[in-house]
């Protein structure tokens, strides 16, 4: 018999400790750690805090004063679960628990839960896994009441026998390494089909951004997909291609990842490694920023810092979107249009209404052109086929004729090349 999922309530701490580098404001961040909650279907927020602190406690994180306060204030509100905007270490994590009598969370954990309950794709599934038990791992001092105790004999005969959490820590390696084995021939034939799609000589256009930036918004209105698109952070975990011929432009692929996150585990950044992989394969990224955002900047450098961790380098053209223009008022609409207007890899648009997509369509066109390189081929006269599908690719720069066949000079791109070679 099925039941309607129970809502969790539940309040967000944002610890502000002093001295600490933190370079989003507090306020910033807190609203962010709300976002993220109500990510989670079954999670009510009810109330959201930052605690200042002059530093964080080895055994509580919180001095004794505070925790009072904060004990007083989860009672009257009916509190079962408290979020932590920030790491918290087992030892804090179980103390804190005992002290409020409520489960807790800190971020990592938090967006372990989003990351799990947005995997669709059995790759998906599987690195979410992984990446919940490889963070269990370390957790489970705390992680139940049995763990306190001993199991085997009585004493009697071979002493107590293994502790209850060296078992559960055996047992979660055991299935960390199914997993590994189950991943490796799921991402082989990813591969596979990365493979195939290098021989279409069609270039990969990546959509990488901050979460909630309106990436899946830009992606839907170009192809006409219907991914999910919602203000919620990580509303879409799974990569998604899709064919689009570009208006008075080339035909490409276009990618929508993954969001990025300030603070993102680093057991996921691993893990999300081969997710993101068409940004590596990408010809051209497109890194979309909310520009409506007051954190934008900062999260802009998130962004570029997490794809220089995935080995995304200078190599790989980059345009830089500022999207969501439409929230903007007047006159800060103007200065954000004035200052893209000055920089030819800037483009100031709305997802939502269409607004700089043209021209944003014309340089995507003019960036992809502009990795197109010489080269002279010499064909044979029985190699008519491969003439005819030079020429149809428009690639032919220069034709001579001898009596040893065909001399041409063509001007193509790589997926361009990879394709002739499987002619």
């Known amino acids: 018999m099925e039941h309607d ?65 904060l004990k007083g204030l989860f009672e009257a509100n009916d509190v079962e679960l408290v979020l ?3 790491p918290v270490t087992p030892v804090q994590q179980r103390n804190l628990e ?29 690195q979410v896994e992984m990446a919940a038990l490889s963070y269990q791992r370390t957790r489970l001092v705390r992680a139940w009441t049995h763990l306190e105790r001993q199991r085997g004999g009585l004493g009697f005969v071979g002493g107590p026998g293994e502790t209850q959490i060296e078992a559960d820590r055996r047992a979660i390696d055991d299935q960390l390494v199914r997993l590994r084995r189950q991943l490796a021939k799921v991402v082989k034939t990813r591969e596979l089909h990365r493979k195939a799609r290098a021989k279409v000589p069609f270039p990969i256009v990546a959509l990488v951004g901050y979460t909630n930036a309106g990436k899946s918004t830009l992606f839907n209105y170009v ?38 996150i300030s603070d993102l585990p680093t057991e996921l950044v691993a893990s999300f490694r081969a997710t993101l992989e068409e940004v590596l394969a990408a010809d051209l990224i497109l890194h979309v920023r909310d520009i409506a955002h007051p954190d934008s900047e900062v999260q802009a450098k998130d962004v570029e810092d997490i794809l220089t961790s995935l080995g995304v380098g200078t190599g790989t053209k980059q345009l830089e979107i500022w999207n969501k223009i439409d929230l903007l008022d007047d006159e800060r609409r103007e200065a954000m249009n004035t200052r893209a207007a000055r920089d030819d890899e800037i483009f100031a648009i709305s997802a939502v209404t269409g607004e700089g997509l043209e021209d944003l369509f014309a340089a995507i066109t003019t960036a992809l052109d502009a990795k197109r390189t010489e080269e002279d081929l010499h064909l044979e006269f029985s190699q008519g086929k491969h003439r005819a599908w030079l020429f149809k690719e428009g690639v032919v720069e220069n034709e001579t004729q001898d009596e040893d066949g065909f001399h041409l000079r063509v001007r193509w791109t790589a997926q361009q090349a990879r394709k002739f070679e499987g002619l």
């Not at 807190?30 to 930052?50: P, R």
């Not at 002290?99 to 990592?108: C, E, G, I, M």
């Open 223 to 260: 192809t006409g997909a219907d991914v999910m698109a919602k203000d919620m952070l990580f509303a879409t975990l799974d990569p998604t291609m899709r064919a689009v011929h570009l208006p008075d432009g080339p035909e490409v692929i276009l990618s929508d990842t993954v969001g990025f």
């Open 84 to 86: 932590i905007d920030g």
């Open 98 to 126: 005992k002290a409020w009598k409520v489960k807790l969370l800190d971020r990592t954990g938090l967006i372990l839960e989003i990351f799990s309950d947005r995997a669709r794709t059995r790759e998906g599934v599987l």
């Open 5 to 69: 999922a129970q809502v969790t309530r539940a309040w967000v701490l944002h610890p502000d400790i002093y001295g600490a580098n933190q370079r989003r404001e507090a306020s910033f961040a807190l609203e962010e750690a709300v976002s993220l909650a109500d990510a989670l279907a079954e999670i009510e927020v009810v109330g959201s805090t930052v605690v200042r602190l002059p530093k964080a406690h080895a055994g509580m994180l919180f001095g004794s004063g505070k925790i009072e306060e």
